[in-house]
């Protein structure tokens, strides 16, 4: 059984890829260093797949520890690099706290793993407020509004350039759009730090009475309804795209570096989600109209064609499983508190 490597998979999108890889039948070692997620996950994982992952408590950042894992798992047929900083607005505040760690992880896995077939967890951020509609890999690169926005797009230049120094490296940049909702079991899911900046954990605690009303930032955008497009992305469909991105590398079809959109090629508005929620869960929520949010784009969403070709992959779940499974989770914390 193929070895995989996942950094930071006690997190958020990194607990369900560590799923969607027992699924697919891959052993799986976690190292994490609980910086922004529970241990307890542990039990979650467990109570999903029936298994106790093997599990390293590690600071990516710790050169020395990142190679003494290296000797220790010489043997890893893969690596999903999750673990990163991501808070935007606590990335200007801090950044060297994100250059340290996003930049340190990186350098020392790689320099730890010099020939690995590695997946790097990359964002639309990297597109600013695009010219054309939909974003496709080709797209430019715009500079970028944040340390963090930042650090993902120096992460891609560090990768390309390492590949084609470093014959046996295979890279794939996954470039997500915004990941939302949780595991049907409601067993793992993401867990805010603090006030949730983002819409749909706002909304959910908001609806669970955690939070006062939804703030909408803005509805004088140029969109149908004047409130700001985004492509959601239900958390799952991310994960599996992550096993579909570990077995192109394996079977040797990425040819040192490659760009991967992974949304659904849909835009939705914030007041769109406010309804599907409603809509999905049966939950009123109560919102007003707030000032537009600093740095905040108008809209964007992906073209995934290359996804669909290259990865053989597809979304499979709507919206409205996006809003059900977030608000089962919610449900979950509540009566289950970490
Ligand atoms: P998360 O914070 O839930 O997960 C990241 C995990 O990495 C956490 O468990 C954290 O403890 C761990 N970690 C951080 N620094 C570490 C270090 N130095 N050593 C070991 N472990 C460390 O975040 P997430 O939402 O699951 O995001 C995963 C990745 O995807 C990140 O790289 C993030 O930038 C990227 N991404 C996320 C989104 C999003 O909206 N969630 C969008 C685009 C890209
Ligand atoms: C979505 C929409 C808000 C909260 C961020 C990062 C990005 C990526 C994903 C990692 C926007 C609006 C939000 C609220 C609102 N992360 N909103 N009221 O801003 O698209 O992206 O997360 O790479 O880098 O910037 O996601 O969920 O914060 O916002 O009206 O209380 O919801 O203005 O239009 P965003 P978000």
């Not at 990425?254 to 049966?282: C, R, W």
């Amino acid at each position: 059984m193929a070895k995989i490597l996942v950094t930071g998979g006690i997190g958020y999108i990194g607990s369900h890829t560590v799923v969607e890889l027992h699924n697919a039948g891959y052993e799986v070692v976690i190292v994490d260093n609980l910086a922004n997620s529970s241990i307890k996950i542990l039990d979650q994982l467990h109570q999903i797949t029936g298994k106790y992952h093997e599990f390293i408590e590690l600071d990516l950042q710790d050169t020395a520890a990142v190679n003494g894992f290296a000797e220790q798992h010489p043997d890893v047929a893969g690596i999903i690099h999750f673990a990163a900083y991501k808070a935007v607005g606590e990335s200007v505040q801090e950044p060297l706290k994100y250059y340290k760690n996003n930049f340190y992880s990186l350098i020392n896995l790689l320099t730890a793993y010099p020939t690995a077939n590695f997946v790097f967890s990359s964002s639309c951020t990297v597109y600013g407020q695009p010219d054309k509609l939909p974003v496709t890999e080709d797209s430019e690169v715009k500079k970028a509004e944040s340390p963090y926005g930042n650090t993902k797009q120096v992460a891609e230049e560090i990768l390309k350039e390492t590949v084609k120094a470093t014959p046996g490296l295979n890279v794939i940049s996954l470039r997500y759009f915004n990941p939302v909702g949780a595991h049907a079991t409601a067993l793992i899911g993401e867990l805010p730090n603090g006030v949730p900046q983002n819409l749909v954990p706002f909304i959910t605690q908001s609806a669970i009475g955690k939070r006062g009303p939804i703030q909408v930032f803005g509805d004088d955008y140029n969109t149908p309804d004047g409130s700001a497009i985004r492509d959601y992305i239900h958390v799952v469909d991310l994960a599996k795209a992550h096993v579909a991105a570990v077995k192109l590398l394996a079977d040797g079809k990425v040819d040192g570096y490659d760009v991967f959109n992974l949304g659904t090629g849909k835009g939705s508005s914030v007041l769109e989600i406010i309804n599907a929620f409603e809509q999905s869960t049966g939950e009123k929520l109560n919102y007003k109209i707030a000032p537009r949010r600093e740095g905040d784009i108008e809209q964007i969403y992906g073209d995934v064609n290359k996804s669909k070709a290259t990865l053989g992959w597809q979304t499979e779940l709507d919206l409205n499983e996006m809003m059900r499974s977030a608000w089962e989770w919610e449900k979950y914390l509540r009566d289950n508190p970490f």
